[in-house]
């Protein structure tokens, strides 16, 4: 098994000595794989996102990781893959989101038409929504006309639809392509 390979499973494990140690020994942190699922170009870094270690995160940070490097599973012409804070929200790892978020990830970052702050509301973790809102999420990044809000208010999460109105979401965004509002849309859907 090559070195970067061993980083790969060294992360998994969660055993910062190991990692430490390949650190030390030069193997690239920005080395690309795939993996059982179907995913490619997924980094040392994404992989620990996406475990929540947040001390081997902070490792791979100090020794060059790219926390823009994202995944592949959705094609760079519609928007790229997702990027290690996109795994990290994900997986619900605060710490992990809050050193990745320090260290510059881009929090409107987006995979195909979704960025983190979607895919908290997705999996209706209105605590991730705040805390990445709190951390400067906009809530009216778009893409084809699609919102945080629409997300939320589609979805009937009504806490959520709450928090990002209180934080900035645009209320009367309409959709480009139909000039619908989410109000509209709502309402149509019997979503009172």
């Known amino acids: 098994m090559n070195a970067e390979r061993q980083l790969v499973v060294a992360i998994l494990a969660g055993n910062l000595s190991e990692v430490t140690r390949l650190i030390a020994d030069g193997v690239d942190v920005n080395s690309k794989h795939e993996d059982s699922e179907g995913y ?11 475990s929540g270690h947040v001390a081997i995160i ?8 790219d926390h823009k490097a994202k995944d592949r ?9 997702e990027t290690a804070l996109h795994h990290a929200v994900e997986g619900g ?7 990745l978020i320090a260290a510059g990830a881009n929090l409107n ?5 979704e960025t983190p702050l979607m895919a908290a509301i997705r999996l209706d973790d209105a605590r991730m929504v705040r805390f990445l809102l709190e951390n400067g999420a906009n809530p009216n990044v778009h893409k084809d006309g699609f919102t945080a809000l629409g997300r ?7 806490t959520i639809v709450r928090t990002l109105l209180k934080m900035g979401a645009d209320p009367d965004f309409q959709q480009p392509r139909w000039g619908t509002t989410y109000l509209m849309e709502a309402a149509e859907r019997g979503n009172a």
């Open 40 to 50: 490619s170009n997924r980094t040392p870094l994404i992989y620990a996102a996406k």
């Open 58 to 65: 902070k490792a791979l940070l100090s020794a060059g990781a």
């Open 73 to 81: 599973y959705i094609m760079p012409s519609e928007g790229g893959g």
């Open 93 to 99: 790892h605060f710490d992990a989101v809050e050193a």
């Open 109 to 113: 970052a987006k995979s195909g038409s």
């Open 152 to 158: 939320a208010s589609l979805d009937g999460k009504v």
